[in-house]
């Protein structure tokens, strides 16, 4: 049963900053409807900074919209539970600015039901209305290297309530407490292109046992990385000559399994090997799909928000998937 949605949308900075003011004056005008509604029903207004929720009475902080390049922005609207949601860039408890829940603060059914019956003609499932959208896309190349493709406006049927782990956890290990307590997103609820991805890559594995093989895949690739003149050191050396210059820590090796089949190498796998140390500078892939089993050591991922200004960004969020994780 759906119970509410989410809208993304894409929309040209001097719009955007219209938007926004727009949005303040609403937000203005929904601090007066939030302190006439906390005469009876409580004040539901908060915003969320850093994961903590604050009451809210003027939208004016940091980074609360007015930015000068193009920004997606998003609205989530809960059908069921009365709450309003808005934030910046992608769906995350992070990057929600503001919070209007019409039940906060209520305890007594009594009031619950009046204040469902008051908002009945905005929160039922009765009324329904017909939306077309056409494929139209936008491009926009702001902040640094990032790039965004996306579709100017995107609906998912399910309201923004908490955040989606990164980690996946295959649906056959799933028993009663991690349904509980929410660390992984099962496979089985995996976007169709990325479960068929994770599908393909959960049984794979760098290392066969010594035994069989004479010896450990992983051992030879350090060997490989780490001696003059072998391979895998001198495309390193190749990479940082044609790439980044004498910052021989920023690049790590591709290898495409199979031939390409898409424009991008590593179109569908592609194995990566990151030595020791290495990283890439942020960046963003579109709207691709993609599915990253660990085979061997950690890996260090830190998120950013959309359209960030490269070099101040701070992570949203970090983790660091060990060897046999999907992410
Ligand atoms: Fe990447």
């Not at 035994?211 to 050396?237: P, W």
Request: a negative charge; glycine letters at 8%.
């Amino acid at each position: 049963m759906g119970c509410g949605s989410s809208l993304v949308m894409l929309v040209a900075d001097e719009q955007n900053i219209k938007n926004e003011s727009r949005q303040t004056t609403t937000n203005a005008s929904m601090n007066d409807a939030g302190k006439k509604s906390a005469m009876t029903s409580g004040d539901g207004l908060s915003t969320m900074k850093g994961g903590e929720e604050e009451e809210l009475t003027i939208l004016n902080g940091k980074g609360c919209g007015l930015e000068n390049r193009l920004i997606s922005y998003w609205y989530s609207y809960d059908r069921d539970n009365l709450v309003l949601k808005y934030g910046k860039g992608y769906r995350m408890e992070e990057t929600t600015f503001l919070t209007y829940d019409f039940l906060k603060n209520v305890s007594s059914s009594e009031d619950k039901e009046n204040i469902r019956k008051k908002l009945y003609p905005y929160f039922n499932a009765e009324e329904k209305r017909l939306i077309r959208m056409y494929e139209a896309m936008m491009n926009s190349l702001k902040g640094g290297d990032i790039t965004v493709t996306e579709q100017i406006v995107e609906f998912d049927k399910n309201p923004f309530i908490l955040n989606v782990s990164p980690l996946v956890l295959d649906s056959t290990k799933v028993n009663l407490f991690f349904l509980d307590e929410g660390n992984f997103t099962f496979s089985a609820s995996l976007s169709p292109a990325c479960r068929e991805l994770y599908e393909n890559v959960k049984g794979c594995h760098l290392n066969y046992p010594e035994e069989v093989t004479g010896f450990l895949l992983s051992n030879a690739i350090r060997y490989s990385i780490d001696t003059e003149g072998c391979l895998l050191n001198q495309k390193l050396k190749e990479k940082v000559q044609k790439f980044v210059g004498s910052n021989k820590e920023a690049t790590y090796l591709r290898i495409t399994l199979r031939s390409s089949l898409g424009k991008s190498p590593g179109i569908p796998y592609v194995l990566e090997i990151w030595p020791q140390g290495h990283y890439s500078p942020i960046h963003n892939h579109g709207n691709a799909n993609a599915v990253i089993k660990v085979l061997f050591g950690s890996i260090h991922i830190m998120i950013y928000n959309k359209q960030v200004s490269t070099p101040y960004a701070l992570p949203l969020k970090e983790f660091d998937p060990r060897e046999g994780d999907v992410t």
